[in-house]
């Protein structure tokens, strides 16, 4: 089955400067990979996805890369703001599993004044 | 748009007793819903993929008959957890996966449910 790799579990940022999560994974066969962000006590909320067929993905502070042939993906968070703070978690889903999400162990982001 | 919705938010309840979950999609038809638990500091971790109008699919090692599921519409599914113990208190969260055009793949997550078990 998928095994997703995320580091680092922890990351604390002054606000304003940028913060990078990276992931990996096993299934060559995973086409689908979204990011998540939880806040404490909440569900997780989608906050940017991107497909294989795809390198790059934008969307306003957010970007999303994905290296197929090294099977890596990474989160770009620039500007950080307080409100960032949180847990992120990346997911991968192999193509043919009905859409079964297999998850990072997450990273808590800290974003310092 | 995509909003899913869980309730109770938190519950308490006694050993032995059973306790069920409700998670809706509110604004979209979802012919699949999975259900996670989430213990603290911890990823979460698929108990089950709930399609409407059959049973549902369990991940090894969760009970079904612990945690009974029921996906009744195309907009609710429910969770049972039967005769619970403390050992079944944890963060159970469910999502949904849009089943109309577009990204088929993506699921949006409810808020949650705290369940503890006294």
């Known amino acids: 089955g998928e095994n997703v790799e995320q580091h680092p579990s922890t990351l604390s940022v002054q606000e304003g400067d940028s913060a990078v999560i990276k992931c990996t994974y096993s299934d060559s066969a995973s086409n689908y990979f979204p990011w998540y962000k939880q806040e404490l006590g909440k569900g997780p909320q989608l906050i940017i996805d991107?497909?294989?067929?795809?390198g790059e993905k934008k969307d306003q502070r957010i970007a999303v890369t994905l290296n197929k042939t090294a099977k890596h993906f990474s989160l770009h968070i620039t500007e950080t703001q307080p409100e960032d703070s949180a847990v992120y978690f990346c997911?991968?889903?192999?193509?043919?599993?009905?859409?079964?999400?297999?998850f990072g162990t997450g990273t808590r982001l800290q974003v310092t004044l | 748009g995509a909003v899913v919705s869980q309730h109770p938010s938190w519950v308490i309840c006694k050993s032995g007793t059973s306790v069920k979950i409700e998670c809706r999609s509110l604004d979209f038809q979802a012919t699949t819903m999975f259900w996670y638990r989430q213990f603290p500091k911890q990823s979460l971790m698929l108990m089950a993929t709930?399609?409407?109008?059959?049973?549902?699919?369990?991940e090894q090692g969760v009970e079904k008959d612990k945690f009974l599921i029921n996906h009744a519409s195309l907009t609710l599914s429910t969770l049972t957890v039967t005769s619970a113990h403390p050992e079944d208190s944890s963060f159970y969260i469910c999502s949904a996966r849009d089943g109309g055009q577009g990204n088929t793949d993506t699921q949006y997550f409810g808020p949650g449910t705290r369940l503890t078990v006294l």
């Open positions: 997911a991968a889903v192999p193509r043919g599993t009905a859409s079964k999400l297999t």
């Open positions: 709930s399609n409407e109008g059959s049973k549902a699919t369990y």
């Open positions: 991107i497909r294989s067929n795809v």
